[in-house]
């Protein structure tokens, strides 16, 4: 027999968590990674709340249209087009079809290059995003190095569209064009250069998840037979704008781990080339330094 010892009922699980029990379940029958987590994003969405008030909405008060969404992820359609918005570090974006949405991996990638910025003796640090997408890194590192001047530049027509509702009020400078032949003005005087470029082997296609896969523009995805592509062309473009001692920072496959820090070799100007683990301790990001003369 169930004993009581507060003299009360207890109180009868609400509606909306009993309806996010099992929606959870579905995500989760579905491959969805994190069921629990879009469930609840899911339900905070569609109630106008936050993730931690659901227990705040009354039974009379439940939306229906929760199904709607959940059977959109369900289809593996990314949480973040169903809500419009995307958390990375201390920001909130806007995202949807067309532009890349920020994955977590890249917080650690622009943690790294923020505790490099900041320990450089440099007033006014100049930073270079390339491949910009969102804005999700320019505007992280100009929110979180204040004194920084942040530039950054995306080839996409579609991803741009949300770059600028991102950057709108900010103090980053944001260009069109190719980031191979970007920002010649700049030659010669950047502080750092960070890129969180395409990166998937075409050979992979089939491995990714049906969320990048299908809804990601391939343009942000895939770089040639290896996905070393267009990081080669970065490493010429970082090796331009940076000063000497400047350092770079490309985000990579865990795949490639060992592969991209030979790209920037001494032979063609580098030194301190390294790869850095993410925080499941698989080889992320390189990083190098523009020989000194």
Same mark, same amino acid.
């Not at 990166?199 to 992979?204: A, D, F, K, R, S």
């Not at 010429?236 to 770079?248: F, M």
């Given at each position: 027999m169930q004993q009581n010892f507060g003299g009360r009922p207890p109180s009868p699980r609400s509606l909306l968590l009993t309806e996010v029990a099992q929606a959870t379940r579905r995500l989760a029958d579905a491959g969805v990674p994190s069921p629990r987590h879009d469930a609840e994003e899911l339900a905070a969405f569609v109630h106008g709340v936050r993730r931690g008030e659901l227990h705040t909405v009354k039974d009379a008060d439940f939306d229906a249209r929760y199904w709607e969404v959940v059977a959109r992820r369900e289809a593996r359609e990314p949480l973040q087009h169903i809500t419009g918005r995307a958390y990375f570090r201390y920001l909130e974006l806007q995202v949807g079809p067309g532009v890349f949405v920020p994955r977590p991996e890249t917080e650690s990638v622009v943690g790294w290059a923020i505790d490099a910025v900041r320990a450089m003796d440099v007033v006014e640090p100049c930073i270079v995003d390339l491949c910009t997408g969102s804005g999700a890194i320019a505007l992280a590192m100009a929110q979180e190095v204040p004194r920084s001047r942040v530039y950054a530049v995306e080839l996409s027509e579609e991803a741009l569209v949300w770059a600028r509702k991102n950057m709108e009020g900010s103090r980053v400078e944001l260009r069109h064009g190719d980031a191979r032949t970007a920002f010649p003005d700049l030659d010669g005087q950047v502080d750092l250069v960070i890129s969180n470029p395409p990166?998937? *082997?075409?050979?992979?296609w089939e491995h990714v998840a049906p969320e990048a896969r299908d809804h990601d523009p391939e343009m942000a995805l895939f770089s040639g037979e290896d996905g070393l592509d267009l990081i080669r062309g970065l490493e010429?473009?970082?090796?331009?704008?940076?000063? *000497?001692?400047?350092?770079?920072v490309v985000e990579h496959a865990d795949t490639q781990g060992g592969q991209v820090p030979w790209i920037f070799a001494e032979e063609r100007g580098w030194a301190d080339a390294a790869d850095h683990p993410d925080l499941n301790n698989r080889p992320r990001f390189a990083t190098a330094r523009k020989a000194l003369p």
């Open positions: 990166y998937i *082997p075409l050979t992979e010429r473009t970082a090796h331009r704008l940076l000063r *000497p001692g400047g350092i770079v």
